[in-house]
């Protein structure tokens, strides 16, 4: 993170958290901890933070993916994707699904009952 872009960090906690300081010795204390980290990254979590803290956030908070970034997704967390995928899937084929026409239907359930009675003899 660039000098500019830590400013602009920091100003953005301060309209968030508005009792946050912003010193000039905080400020080379935030730039030399936030360096190595790109904007936008520092930013998402930023963002995240405010969506979850009352708090101003502290550089560890910051620095630190949150859980949900950094954790692989669990088990069952794939597999409720998984299952939304295919409900949306599903709705989105019965919105542009055509009714399969009577003759072919009627044709189907003939021949569904010749292979019933095929069996069955």
């Known amino acids: 993170m660039k000098q500019t872009e830590t400013a602009s960090f920091l100003a953005m906690i301060k309209t968030a958290y508005p009792f946050f300081e912003i010193t000039e010795p905080g400020t ?3 730039h030399m901890m936030l360096q190595d980290i790109d904007f ?3 930013q998402m979590r ?3 933070h405010i969506k979850t803290s009352k708090f101003a956030p502290t550089i560890s908070e ?3 993916a949150p859980a949900s970034e950094s954790e ?3 088990y069952y967390e794939l597999l409720r994707q998984e299952e939304q995928q295919e409900r949306l899937a599903l709705e989105a084929y019965n919105e542009k699904a055509v009714p399969m026409p009577d003759h072919i239907r009627e044709r ?3 021949r569904a009952k010749r292979k019933v009675n ?3 003899s």
């Open 62 to 64: 910051i620095v630190q």
């Open 72 to 74: 692989e997704p669990s």
């Open 108 to 110: 189907l359930e003939r």
């Open 46 to 48: 930023l963002a995240h």
């Open 40 to 42: 936008k990254t520092a």
């Open 28 to 30: 080379r204390l935030w």
């Open 118 to 120: 095929s069996h069955e």
